[in-house]
């Protein structure tokens, strides 16, 4: 046992020995820590070493990975209890987590796209890249994502099996590794199809070079050996300016709103979307009918031309009398 993992153990032990904490709560904790010591390791780092700084930088690369701020508050709880707890036993001297403040939970409404800005965002990474390899995997990238409503750790992971055939249904491996079939719009199957004769010849060109195959669809020589959170992230940013959208509103799950919100809007039903999203309850679906409420109370409110009282009256039309 490394000393990193001794320090999440005794946290751990001493959770459930003092507090009576939940298996859940336990499990949660342990994923969280984790995560920051596998960050930690990246970084040359240790547990018992680390600074206000390296927690901050750990926060900002969370961030980075698209992960909500329920989840970056989630896990900043966990590191601050971590280092209360190693302050206590006389394992630092200092607390280099006290003085950080977290996200907080965000409470507002998922923020979403307006089909218009979509397109752009389509528009953009048609055109985006140095090279037609980069062009063709960007416009797959966000072909599939907006067809299927994806989440981008399952778009980056996909296997290239699961793009053979000219699919009209994708399978999507998600969260507990459930399995689901999702519909493929046509601009996203010709995208998809594209982007496999380019894929193929790199692959001709790996294998020839005594490489081995890969197994996913967006490969890559990183380590995880396919295209990373992070990198797609950075990527959908670049799309946004190219674009014209505002950065700070796009992002690859604003992409997974936007293909809900969408779907609600044009007709279709909690459940039928609840199915293609992977949700295992609807009611985390039911926020989308929140986000449509409030688009189309902001629509009227800014759009309709009785909407505004002083220009009804400056203009001499005045509203009737009550029948």
Known sequence: MTPQTHWISAFLEAQAAELGAARNTLLAYGRDLQDFESWLTHQNQRFDAVQQSHIEAYLIQCDAQGLSRATRARRLSAIKQLYRFAFEEGWRTENPAIQITGPGRDKRLPQTLSEAEVDLLLDAARVSGRSDRDRARNTCLMELLYATGMRVSELVGLPVSAARGDPR?????????????????????????????????LEDTRRNAGKPASKYLFMTSSAAGHLTRHRFYLLIKEFAVAAGVSPAKVTPHTLRHAFATHLLANGADLRSIQTLLGHADVATTEIYTHVL???LSELVLTHHPLANEGARTSSGIMPPDDQ
């Not at 601009?187 to 496999?196: C, F, I, M, N």
């Open 293 to 295: 409420e409030a688009r």
């Open 169 to 201: 249904m994708l399978l999507i491996r998600g969260k507990g590794g459930k399995e689901r079939m999702v519909p493929l719009s046509p601009p996203a199957r010709t995208a998809l199809a594209a982007w496999l004769v380019i894929r193929d010849g």
